[in-house]
T-cell receptor, first 114, second 111 residues
Framework: SQTIHQWPATLVQPVGSPLSLECTVE??????LYWYRQAAGRGLQLLFY??????ISSEVPQNLSASRPQDRQFILSSKKLLLSDSGFYLC?????????????FGPGTRLTVT | KQEVTQIPAALSVPEGENLVLNCSFT??????LQWFRQDPGKGLTSLLL?????REQTSGRLNASLDKSSGRSTLYIAASQPGDSATYLC??????????FGAGTTVTVRA
């Protein structure tokens, strides 16, 4: 069966510090990978998605970046965090099943920028 | 812009009552629609995926319908239990790898 991992689970970082969040998927190959952010009281915002190694698409302009160094690894980074980067970060994966890209989510990382 | 709306934003029902959650979308050219559940502080759990060629999907006490022509999907939860308390989100896939999410309906089932 497929499993998706995210770490760390929680993170408190000062403004201006760097960020690295990691997501890995087990039990599948060549998945589509996604990073979402869920800010307090707001819906899910798609930040990045990747359909293959080294292929990253950005959805919103921001000071975040993403990389996919391996098939089942997706990393979210920032060089300098802003207060507005606080939120709940979710990684997800999908693969085509009978015509539909059903998405599966990880447990999330709670980021607080102070 | 493809918009997904969920009304009401919150719902409180007594245990045993059937739940009806609504999702509407502005662009009817969808590829599939997915319903999720989110518990506080947790990730999203996929409940049901309805492909554009289907009119409904069922899993246990859950039944989701899809009417593309009217831009609506409804999630029915039969005989609600306190454990059903959570936020339910619908998301629409327009066959471009990405999901457009509604803001969710927060459900409280009172014992």
């Amino acid at each position: 069966s497929q499993t998706i991992h995210q770490w760390p689970a929680t993170l408190v970082q000062p403004v201006g510090s760097p960020l690295s969040l990691e997501c890995t998927v087990e039990g599948t190959s060549n998945p589509n990978l996604y990073w979402y952010r869920q800010a307090a009281g707001r819906g899910l915002q798609l930040l990045f998605y990747s359909v293959g190694i080294g292929q990253i698409s950005s959805e919103v302009p921001q000071n975040l970046s993403a990389s996919r160094p391996q098939d089942r690894q997706f990393i979210l980074s920032s060089k300098k965090l802003l207060l507005s980067d606080s939120g709940f970060y979710l990684c997800a994966w999908s693969s085509r099943q009978g015509g539909g890209y059903e998405q599966y989510f990880g447990p999330g990382t709670r980021l607080t920028v102070t | 812009k493809q918009e997904v709306t969920q009304i009401p934003a919150a719902l409180s029902v007594p245990e045993g009552e059937n739940l009806v959650l609504n999702c509407s979308f502005t662009d009817s050219a969808i590829y599939n629609l997915q319903w999720f559940r989110q518990d506080p502080g947790k990730g999203l759990t996929s409940l049901l995926l309805i492909q554009s060629s289907q009119r409904e999907q069922t899993s246990g006490r859950l039944n989701a319908s899809l009417d593309k022509s009217s831009g609506r999907s409804t999630l029915y939860i039969a005989a609600s239990q306190p454990g059903d308390s959570a936020t339910y989100l619908c998301a629409v896939d327009y066959n471009d790898y990405k999901l457009s999410f509604g803001a969710g309906t927060t459900v409280t089932v009172r014992a």
